[in-house]
């Protein structure tokens, strides 16, 4: 007998009672949410597509579910010590082209991501920002981990609710705020283990450029080439560039869609598109 969604909110109301959380269930979308009380920061679950992974895969699909929402709750509620500039600071990212520092020979901040992209930090200053220099981290006595710490606190306070199209049979999710931070929203690990946990099939991740982050929910072999082709078209239209590779998303791990290329019976070659 199929597991009904009542029957499922009440495992995980059993699983996820703890009294600074708060559970709810909303009928209509057929979804489930948990989130602190204080902050109403959390995590939304589809139910019809976690009943599916039961299906497939037993009371293992129940035990990750449960772990990877109780870990991004965590990750939700870490709260560094903030002091002057501390909540204008953000992570950009750039691509692996980008300059490694200044014009003036001053390294600039950053930590590697994967082998596209990059993660440099940048002091926003409203309508614009300034990336942080060695010599900006020192004048303000912090040390690149602090930096880390304190710009992936202030990524997970930008929205990331995406807009939602169907494309053959894929669902595209879109996020672009123009807040200058879209594509960093990729560092939002809570967000994308819970793209990753409602989606269908596999997911997968494009930062073509600054200002829009993409996710799919792949379903079928044509999705990834819908993917490669808009990865490509908004590459080359962004004003800041980043990649035009694509990423899976599995394992809390990014992996550029090329190198598993070999195992789809996709119609295009990324790879070879983009050399």
């Keep these: 007998m199929k597991m009904t969604s009542i029957q499922l909110k009440r495992i995980l109301d059993e699983q996820l009672n703890r009294a600074e959380w708060r559970t709810s269930f909303n009928r209509d979308k057929d979804t489930y949410r948990v989130e602190w009380r204080d902050t109403h920061q959390g995590i939304t679950v589809t139910l019809p597509n976690v009943i599916a992974k039961y299906e497939q895969k037993g009371n293992l699909a129940l035990d990750d579910l449960v772990y990877y929402i109780t870990e991004a709750l965590k990750i939700m509620n870490q709260s560094p010590t903030l002091e002057g500039k501390e909540?204008?600071?953000?992570?950009?990212i750039r691509s692996t082209s980008f300059p490694t520092e200044t014009k003036s020979g001053i390294p600039l901040m950053f930590t590697e991501h994967t082998a596209e992209t990059r993660v440099y930090y940048a002091l926003d200053l409203g309508k614009t920002y300034q990336l942080i220099d060695q010599t900006l981290l020192e004048e303000e006595g912090w040390t690149l981990d602090r930096l880390k710490e304190v710009s992936s606190f202030n990524l997970r306070s930008l929205d990331v609710t995406p807009k939602q199209e169907q494309v053959a049979g894929n669902d595209f999710y879109f996020i672009s705020t123009n807040d200058g931070y879209d594509a960093s929203r990729i560092l939002n690990e809570a967000f994308l283990e819970e793209m990753r946990f409602n989606a269908k099939g596999e997911l997968a991740v494009a930062v073509p450029h600054q200002d829009v982050l993409i996710l799919v929910d792949v379903?079928?072999?044509?999705?990834?080439?819908?993917?490669?082709?808009m990865?490509?078209?908004?590459?080359?239209?962004?004003?800041?560039?980043?990649?035009?590779?694509?990423?899976i998303y599995e394992d809390k791990k990014l992996e550029p869609i090329f190198i598993l290329a070999k195992n789809r019976p996709t119609p295009k070659n990324d790879a070879e598109k983009d050399e």
């Design 87 to 92: 909540k204008s600071v953000f992570p950009v």
């Design 219 to 229: 379903q079928n072999d044509t999705g990834y080439d819908i993917l490669a082709q």
């Design 231 to 247: 990865t490509m078209k908004f590459f080359a239209e962004g004003r800041v560039p980043i990649t035009s590779l694509s990423f």
